[in-house]
């Protein structure tokens, strides 16, 4: 059983900043691949970044690429989003998870994830 916890959300206005980070107790965090998913009003939950066990490989969806950065520490346990230029459309509830998939797996499917957070809010106001 792993257990994850997001912090880091906020309100912020339009081209700021935020770094999320997701704190993961219980098995070996680095047996896990580890994303982020966000999930509006209204939407499905969408895929926004993952990282590979290692840390050596990062994935992104279109939208987020070169404004986001997904890092993780496996000495602590805890996984990272900064958040650059943010969006008013970046507006969600972000979501970590933890994938026990081998590398170089699809990430990006929510489905396919074994455990998540309670989810963090961010708010980006224009």
């Known amino acids: 059983q792993v257990q994850l916890v997001e912090s880091g959300g906020g309100l912020v206005q339009a081209g700021n900043s935020l770094r999320l980070s997701c704190a993961a107790s219980?098995?070996?965090?680095?047996?896990?691949?580890m994303g982020w998913f966000r999930q509006a009003p209204g939407k499905e939950r969408e895929f926004v970044a993952a990282?590979?066990?290692?840390?050596?490989?990062?994935y992104y969806r279109n939208s987020v690429k070169g404004r986001f950065t997904i890092s993780r520490d496996n000495a602590k346990n805890t996984v990272y989003l900064q958040m650059n230029n943010l969006k008013p459309e970046d507006t969600a509830v972000y979501y970590c998870a933890a994938d026990q998939r081998p590398d170089g797996s699809d990430y990006s499917y929510f489905h396919d994830y074994d455990y998540w957070g309670q989810g963090t809010q961010v708010t980006v106001s224009s």
């Open positions: 219980g098995r070996t965090f680095s047996s896990y691949a």
């Open positions: 990282i590979s066990r290692s840390g050596g490989t990062t």
